[in-house]
């Protein structure tokens, strides 16, 4: 997974660009309507370990890949209503 294409997704589902470097903040993506398996936190820890901003926390390249499919995926239905 690109760096860039993650959070050109994540920009584009939530509307927000006002978290570190450019992501969405937590408020807006916790909002953003998304079919996942997991709970949105889990993702956000994902996203947080993913830009490398948090050392501490574990990468979880499943997660992230889900995160992405599902936010592709919602993009595509929003831009065929
Ligand atoms: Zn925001």
Same mark, same amino acid.
């Given at each position: 997974?690109?760096?860039?294409?993650?959070k050109k997704n994540l920009n +584009?589902?939530?509307?927000?660009?006002? #978290?570190?470097?450019?992501?969405?903040? &937590? %408020?807006?993506?916790? $909002?953003?309507? @998304?079919?996942?398996?997991?709970?949105?936190?889990?993702?956000? +820890?994902?996203?947080?370990?993913?830009? #490398?901003?948090?050392?501490?926390?574990? &990468? %979880?390249?499943?997660? $992230?890949?889900? @995160?992405?499919?599902a936010i592709e995926e919602e993009?595509?239905?929003?831009?065929?209503?």
């Amino acid at each position: 997974m690109d760096q860039a294409i993650l959070k050109k997704n994540l920009n +584009k589902i939530s509307g927000c660009n006002l #978290g570190y470097v450019g992501y969405p903040c &937590q %408020n807006c993506f916790n $909002i953003s309507s @998304l079919k996942l398996t997991q709970p949105k936190d889990e993702y956000w +820890k994902a996203i947080l370990a993913f830009r #490398g901003d948090n050392p501490n926390l574990r &990468q %979880n390249p499943i997660l $992230i890949e889900e @995160l992405n499919k599902a936010i592709e995926e919602e993009i595509i239905k929003r831009s065929s209503r």
